[in-house]
């Protein structure tokens, strides 16, 4: 029987990234729906449900993307709000990236540093993944701090985390100036930069004086890096004693993780990956 993927994408032109990712995960074909919205998700869905039996139903899946991850989430709630009993089919949201890439980023830092009891802080942590990021080291038992332009933008945010994710030791800190990007780096072991792409946070005149700093990374491929210092390729180098990752030596765990997740669909019917479940994938690789 064959494997289809329904890939609900929020954006006018479905992710190609996307689509060739499912086919190399095994994917025997896609079903595309561009631009979709909540409202149609339901009539997509019964399609999904009420077709094959249901012991064949795990070879429907449905794959979520697009480049707003708010609209994403919406999908996704759109999705799971259809399904009832055992009429499902396993879905993983992805939308632009956010919960690979957070989950590889921490995946890579956890390679070098134990992240029980870390102090991490994660510049531009405000995004959909940096705060996915912040969730996934605060599981691991790190204390987070996640920056921000605004300090009530960075509250919120902390405050989102804890509650969605049930988790503690996460706040949040306004971060504009040099001044303060060197306070909130204070006795910091980890730093993840999170921010846009082109986006400079701290120069390496910055960070090069902290002796706390143990493992940076930055998910930015545009240059000028989040953290001045970091080249894309850097997968565990070491720049002045600390051990680097840059947005490509994330980028191939993260295209593992990507793939493995896809795959993982097709095994049951009743799977939701989110970034908890994709960043536990890890121990399957
Ligand atoms: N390597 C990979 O495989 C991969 C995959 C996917 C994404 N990415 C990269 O991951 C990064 C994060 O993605 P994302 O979608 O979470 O980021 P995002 O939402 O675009 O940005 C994160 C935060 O940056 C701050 N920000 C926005 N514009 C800024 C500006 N002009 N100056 C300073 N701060 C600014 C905002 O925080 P405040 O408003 O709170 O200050 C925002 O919440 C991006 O660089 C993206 O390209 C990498």
Not at 192 to 213: Q, T, V
Request: negative net charge.
């Amino acid at each position: 029987m064959k494997k289809l993927l329904i890939q609900l994408d929020t954006d006018k032109r479905a992710s190609t990234f996307d689509q060739v990712v499912a086919y190399d995960a095994g994917a025997d074909n896609l079903i595309i729906h561009s631009e979709i919205t909540k409202e149609e998700v339901e009539d997509i869905i019964y399609g999904a449900i009420f077709t094959r039996s249901p012991k064949k139903m795990k070879n429907t899946a449905v794959f979520i993307g697009g480049s707003d991850v708010e609209k994403g989430e919406k999908i996704m709630e759109a999705v799971e709000d259809v399904f009832f009993a055992n009429f499902r089919v396993s879905v993983m949201l992805d939308s632009n990236g956010s919960n690979t890439t957070a989950a590889a980023s921490v995946l890579k830092v956890k390679e070098e540093i134990d992240l029980a009891g870390c102090e991490v802080l994660i510049l531009a942590g405000t995004g959909p993944v940096g705060v996915r990021a912040a969730a996934l080291f605060a599981m691991e038992g790190a204390s987070v701090t996640i920056t921000s332009r605004s300090q009530e933008k960075a509250d919120k945010k902390a405050e989102m985390i804890k509650e969605e994710y049930d988790l503690e030791k996460i706040k949040g800190v306004e971060a504009k100036t040099d001044a303060d990007f060197i306070k909130a780096m204070k006795n910091k072991e980890v730093i993840l930069s999170a921010g846009p792409p082109g986006i400079n946070f701290i120069s390496r005149e910055m960070w090069k004086n902290e002796d706390s700093i143990k493992v940076m990374a930055d998910i930015n491929a545009v240059s000028p890096a989040g953290i001045e210092g970091i080249e894309p390729p850097a997968d565990g180098d070491t720049i002045d004693g600390i051990k680097v990752f840059g947005a490509l030596g994330i980028g191939s765990l993260k295209m593992k993780l990507h793939k493995k997740a896809v795959a993982e669909l097709f095994k049951t019917n009743d799977l939701s990956l989110n970034a908890v479940e994709v960043y536990k994938l890890n121990e399957k690789l």
